[in-house]
């Protein structure tokens, strides 16, 4: 007969792997929320110059993106290698559009 899947046993393991990956990723959220907020106060708040503000605010925004597609698109895990490359990919197809208009801009 068929092995039930609906049983409520979890393996020690499994339960602590999971409970060790849900930290990870609430302690990833709050950072973001931290960062949100960091990025708000620099610009709310006005006191720097527009020379600073725009790097702190994409240096913050990168970290961002990279929490993002390490922890909440699990590109951290085995077995997700096709996303990514294609979302590698895709960073790598954006920034040498980014470089040709910079390029072409610039001129």
Do not use: C, R
């Not at 393991?13 to 609430?26: A, G, R, S």
């Not at 290698?81 to 294609?86: F, G, I, L, R």
């Amino acid at each position: 007969m068929a092995d039930n899947t609906n049983s409520k046993d979890v393996n020690p393991f499994q339960k602590q792997k999971n409970k060790e990956e849900m930290q990870k990723q609430l302690i990833t959220f709050a950072l973001m929320i931290v960062f949100t907020i960091i990025a708000f106060v620099v610009v709310a708040a006005g006191v720097m110059d527009s020379m600073f503000v725009i790097p702190i605010l994409l240096i913050l925004a990168v970290v961002q993106v990279g929490f993002q597609f390490y922890y909440f698109m699990h590109l951290k895990d085995k077995g997700h290698d096709m996303p990514a490359v294609m979302i590698y990919g895709g960073i790598w197809a954006a920034l040498l559009t980014l470089a040709g208009l910079g390029v072409i801009t610039w001129w």
